[in-house]
T-cell receptor
């Protein structure tokens, strides 16, 4: 079952621009996580935002959470070529089951 | 500190053959997970373990078995491979619960 769904499915921008990805989910959550996956590699945890937080920053990453709309956004500022990857949001269903969305494929053009 | 490693990286099986995928972590994590990733499907949880000697079913456990005899290792077995099990398999571990998981590089399995 799909809990988180990312939008857009693919995003292509110029280096230096900001990239925004969105995630919508269906049920109540304790937290929401964002992961990055470079082509052919495993996922890397980027940031976790708790349900009582509205915004969180980590370096060039800014995550917002709106529990009333059941949505989250990931903003990457001043994008670099190395940011080219797929980005996934993930939420918990049950005690141990982390459910991932289908991801947003981000391409940074030089 | 190697993190999470997976063996093998690639494998081709014929239908009906069996194999075991090995996941090892050197971070002393309690929790370990096996996922499969298929195009357009995101990652789906196969089995997981909350500590040495424990295993539990995830979202798509049918056709797979697992064992966690040592804390650092989590094995995924396919007893009789089917073409539907063609996928990329990822192992992950975490220190406390399902948050902030560390992923291995993946195993690309093709069943013909």
């Amino acid at each position: 079952s799909q809990q988180g769904e990312e939008d857009p499915q693919a995003l292509s921008i110029q280096e230096g621009e900001n990239a925004t990805m969105n995630c919508s989910y269906k049920t109540s959550i304790n937290n929401l996580q964002w992961y990055r996956q470079n082509s052919g590699r495993g996922l890397v945890h980027l940031i976790l935002i708790r349900s009582n937080e509205r915004e969180k920053h980590s370096g060039r990453l800014r995550v917002t959470l709106d529990t009333s709309k059941k949505s989250s956004s990931l903003l990457i500022t001043a994008s670099r070529a190395a940011d080219t990857a797929s980005y996934f949001c993930a939420t918990l269903q049950g005690a141990q089951k982390l459910v991932f969305g289908q991801g947003t494929r981000l391409t940074i053009n030089p | 500190n190697a993190g999470v490693t997976q063996t093998p990286k690639f494998r081709v099986l014929k239908t009906g053959q069996s194999m075991t995928l090995l996941c090892a972590q050197d971070m002393n994590h309690e929790y370990m997970y096996w996922y499969r990733q298929d195009p357009g499907m995101g990652l789906r949880l196969i089995h997981y373990s909350v500590g040495e000697g424990t295993t539990a079913k995830g979202e798509v456990p049918d056709g797979y078995n697992v064992s966690r005899l040592k804390k650092q290792n989590f094995l995924l077995g396919l007893e009789s491979a089917a073409p539907s099990q063609t996928s990329v398999y990822f192992c992950a571990s975490s220190f406390l619960g399902p948050n902030e998981q560390y992923f291995g590089p993946g195993t690309r399995l093709t069943v013909t």
